[in-house]
């Protein structure tokens, strides 16, 4: 690691005047510490903010709030999570491994960067990198790459297995930045960015700007969700596809539906087709592939993840299906 | 953007370099970025107290140095294991506060205040702790490398309850690989403390 | 007083000889010694893999606090056998490390930081850069084997002609991906000159012999003032049979710095510089009569290999003497690559070709409709080796398929492919057999009696995991009859009595009969003091005799080796796998529920070490099978990846609870204990039975290891 400095400010109002470029904010390091070994990452300075983020779970009627620095395992065994928001428990369940989960942050699971191993590998080219570099994976192998949404400058994912279950559940992401005293809110589906010209860049908040929580809608998929992850083993693996699933059913029909995927984009993919078909219709394995088909017939595989098309109809549709048993 | 300025009672620490940093304009910033290929920064030392086994250390530790090294290295520590050094095998694990975490991704300077508990903190004198009893009764390990990280991860894994079937128990133990295999033990080990 | 029958304060659970230093973390691995005026080292590696470096920069590197030097091949110390180019051919060592410009493959070293702390060695390595004058360089091995034609491997017996009209015949190709070791223990090293011209290693070897033989050649000087340590060994799987550029460099920065060296490998550098299973190709041609008799084979096999370093592991060698069948031709061939050099994992060759053999064997099976364990049972060659024509010392092979065959349920199998169903999941039966040469090879060993009653069996053999050292107590136990609580073990140090490497399955086999040697000759040394004392000579007495003799310790050292057995027979262990799993229709997530394996190694003398070994394989073969690849790019001639979140070896929720057991037929021929080793045919045949049970499951015949759900979908 190159030296840095670790601060430790007291206060959000102070973080955030001291954050600049090369000043980084830390929490759960899960992901910068490593980043930083590799020398992918090299701040000049970690400004250490777990003890003055918010690491309470508290909810209204309305809405759930989950605070920056609540460790992922909190929120997994979280009682209001569980009986409300159960998916997003369940997805994080997924991700990493007990004890990851114990030490990564909400914020920081939001910020994590993606797995691409040419993004890893700091001989080899990449632009998210290094600007400009050159996309090594796109024409490579490209197996865990992305089939919706990439450009010819970037073919990554995006990482997370939380950040799929707030994308389905419409969280909104809320933080503050020097000068605004309000809190700022970004929904969830801006939040994280396609690659486009700038793969440098993985999401919308502003510069400097820090993550304060985030806020879920009370929503009524308590009942009717599932997580499905396909990986190349059963655990501590990221995902080829993940699809987060959730059924609002009153009688027999399907008032809502939500259906978003990770393994597959630059952010957590939301497959909206396929939701507003499910809309109103009698749950059925028919019915179910048929959706299924809609978001896989809307992907872009590169040429080594074909795989990924038919793996993420299966997935939708066993997602969809479990979502009836859970 | 107006570069924010950096203010030394903000802190409980801070370095002389990065304050300098916030008071020089943001044009002539860049340009010291471009150039600092030629500028090697000196370490930087922080005040770190830990309780690590029960016992309090008052050290004065390199920023980068990470729990495991710190342990492993300065300590001589070395009961938990370097595996990976990335966080993808688990072999460091450790106790903070009582929960089972990732050494090598930890600063140790995140553990400023903190209860760290490895596994030469585990057993009580001569008493082996049941969790390493189990794991030399029911052979839960071949080389023993993966074991103290496996063993650290099998007392949580018991304390959080994470017990309920063999699949339970593989899924929150699939944090800590063994290229040995020995699974069949690691399962049965903790199965037996469980009990 | 009798000293056997006085309580020690150890050790208070049951359990192997060095469990309590495993789970107490107080064993020291080679990397956790600590010596005043340690420093560390961190290897600089090439970015390119093909050409010529010209030139280094160190000056950023240098301007690190705390940084002591930086070698490259321009001012390392001399490697006296590096000295010219003959005495390099000559020394063996494949790799002149920093002692050429030349570019062999990309994470070659070529320079390596020596610091006072581990973050100021990373850190100034990281801002060593090199520019270099680049060639082509070839990783690719599926674009280059095509142009590499197998040769005659083995002679040939019988003729193709002669079964050119077999009735029944199965053929296709096979290919296996790059795996990569991976023990959980990163190579490493810590070299000290400790006296003038005296050299210590603490090394992670599966050797401290071998470790100490190739360092004294290649420094020319006294096997004896080299001394090797590698007392706790995290795991090898053969990575740690041969000496890798972590030993000469952390030599070499010892020398110049006059201060120990610790030089620890990252885990991407686990990748390319301590060897790999190369990617390999097959083709397999089996045919049978109407009876389902086979008459005959044809195997033929390449391997990647690196340029500088011609490995080859003959991989169609088990299809010359796991089947009775008449004729038979193997050809096999490497092809060079601009890799590191690749070397021996878990059942070399063997464990590969098995993956061929009998996946072609099932296909057969469903070409003659017959049963695959009857077919096995027809063919298996039980009573003579088909290679060597000399009878089968013992092979239980038999009765290790039908008794693999009950433990798994065999009987629930379906014939037909694809018929059983759980909602989307296909359930199917697959098994394999697998066979491994059970060699020998000269050991020694010592028992040492002191004051105190403590007998110590020394040995400088390294325990890897396997459990050698509990067998050298346990054997000991059983040959002076004193209790195990009063049986220590001291191995993995060169200055004990000398042991080869632990690899290929030869380690309890070589060392049993040295112990046992030993504990003979310690007995006659103990008869001859007892005479002189007028005392029978039994434990009880040996206080007493000890005290009449006024001895403070007594020593017996001995040797034993294959002998006149070797030419009347022939050895090997044997195992049958099976496995039940179930594949996802619609995702092609493949889950293995059930995986049993029986081994015939003969005596087994710790069934839970044999049964830990035994199942740990499976678990290995279950990531061979499903998840293990190490990918390559040819247009940057290097690896894609180089860590463990994508290298996936199984971890825990991956595997079943695996049931083993074992036939327990002393080979009396082979050792005085008739025991054989168990970890490699743990593995050799378990690919390719969850392969088979996929087929089962699907009628998807997947022939490209790893079966990843992305081929199985595709299929």
Redesign the interface.
Known sequence: MKPFDLLRPSSIAKAISAKQSQVQFLAGGTNLVDLMKKHIATPDALLDVTPILSSQITGSTETLLIGAAVKNSSAAMDKLVLSSYPLIAKAILAGASPQIRNMASTAGNLLQRTRCPYFYDTTLPCNKRNPGEGCGMREGESRMGAIIGHSEHCVAVHPSDLCIALAALDAEVLYTIAGEKKPMVIPFKDFHRLPGDAPEKDNNLPQNALITGVRIPKNPFSKNYAYVKLRDRDSYAFALVSVAAALHLQGDRIVEARLASGGVAHKPWRWYQAENFLKGKIPSAEVFAEAAALAADETNPLVGNAFKKLMLKGAIEVALQNCLTA | MEQPKISRRFFVSISAMAGAFAFIPASVKSAYISAKNLFIPQKRALPLSVSINKKLYKLQQDTRTTLLDLLREELQLTGSKKGCDHGQCGACTVHVDGERVLSCLTLAAMVQGKEVTTIEGLANGDELHPMQKAFVECDGFQCGYCTPGQIMSAVACVKEGHTGSVEEIKEFMSGNLCRCGAYNGIVKSIQQVAQ | MNFFKTKT?SP?????V????????????S??Y?LDGMT?AVIVGS?VPAGRIESIQLD?AK????VLDILTHQNRPQIPAFATKEKLDKSGYSLPVLHTDQIYF?GQPIALVVAT????A??AA??VTATYRKTTANVDFDGSHKGVDAEPFGKERGTMAAWASAPHVAEAEYTIRHEV??????HATIATWHAPGKLKLYDKTQGVNSVQQTVSRLWEMPKENVEVISE??????GSGLKVWPNVPLAIMASSQLKRPVKL?L???QMFTLVGYRPQSWQKVRIGADKSGKFTGIWHQAKHATAIYDNFNEGIVRISRMLYDVKNIKTEFATVPLNLSAPTWMRGPGDCTGAFALESAVDELSYVLKMDPVQLRLQNLALRIDPDTGKPWSTNYMGECVTKGAEMIGWGDRKALPGTVKDG?WQIGYGMAVGMWFAGRQKASAAIRLDKDGVITVETAMTD????TGTAMQNIAHEYLGIPKEKIKVKLGQSTLPPAPSQGGSTGLSSLSGAVTAACEAFKSKMDAYASTAGEQSSPANYSLIMQKNKLTEVLAEASSGPGEEQKKYAFCSGAAHFCKVKV??????V?VEKMASVVDAGHIVNQ??A???V??????GIGMA??EEQ???N??G?L???????Y????????P??DVDFIHKTDVNINPTGSKGVGEVGIIGTAAAIANAIYNATGKRLRDLPI???KV??S
């Open positions: 304060s208070k659970v049951e359990g192997r060095e469990g309590v230093f495993k789970v107490t973390g107080t064993g020291k691995y990397a956790e600590h560390y970015t950023q301007q690190v606090e705390g990309k702390t581990l973050e100021d990373m850190y990281s801002l070791h991976n023990p959980m223990e990163m706790f060994m995290g795991g090898g799987f620890v990252t885990r991407p989307d890897i995991g396997t459990g996802h229709s619609k995702t092609g997530k889950k839970q070490a049964a830990n070994q199942s740990g394989a499976a678990v290995g499903l998840s990918l390559t790019d247009r940057y290097c894609v990846g180089n860590d463990l979140a994508g996936h070896f199984a971890v825990n929720a991956d595997a609870i695996i990843t759900p992305d979908l595709l």
